[in-house]
Structure formats: structure tokens, C-alpha cells
């Protein structure tokens, strides 16, 4: 009996932060449950790659928005020079 396709991924650049976790979580489990066949373990690999990805260029947009945010004395946001780490 043939197996059913897997639903067509979404493209990994339009996932939010958290649904692209929530996928490579489950291309964890699904790699770190084995029994899988090679060719779908490297096609979960080259997933979860790219999801890995994702999630770090999400967090790393995120950790500069923080960065660049400032508290004024005054009680509002604004943006502050980046200065070379």
C-alpha cells in the first residue's frame, strides 16, 4: 500500500517564529523516532535546516529591534545608535 504524500510545506521565509519551532520540533521527533526510510531522513534533515534557519534569523531581527529600543527618560521608545560589539 502505497503512503499518503505529505502535505506540501509551507514556504520556510513566510513562517512566524513560532510555527517554525513547532515544525522542527516535530522534524526532530519524527528523526529522532527512526524507522524512517534514508531518503525521508534526508529530506527531514534538509527541513529542519531550514527551519533552524528561520527561527534564527526571526530571533536575530528580534534581538535587534531590543537593542536599537530605548526607554527616554521620559517614558517613550526610541531607537539608539547600534554600536559595534
Do not use: H
Not at 510545506?9 to 519524527?30: G, I, M, N, Y
Not at 535587534?64 to 554600536?83: I, Q, S
Amino acid at each position: 500500500m502505497p503512503s499518503k504524500p505529505s502535505p506540501r510545506p509551507l514556504k520556510t521565509e513566510t513562517l512566524s517564529f513560532e510555527d517554525a519551532l513547532r515544525e522542527l520540533e516535530s522534524v526532530v521527533a519524527q528523526l529522532e523516532t527512526g524507522g524512517v526510510p534514508l531518503e525521508t531522513s534526508l529530506q527531514l534533515l534538509q527541513r529542519g535546516q531550514e527551519l533552524a534557519a528561520r527561527c534564527e534569523q526571526v530571533l536575530g531581527k528580534a534581538e535587534l529591534t531590543l537593542r536599537t529600543l530605548v526607554l527616554t527618560d521620559e517614558g517613550e521608545l526610541e531607537l539608539e545608535e547600534n554600536e559595534e560589539e
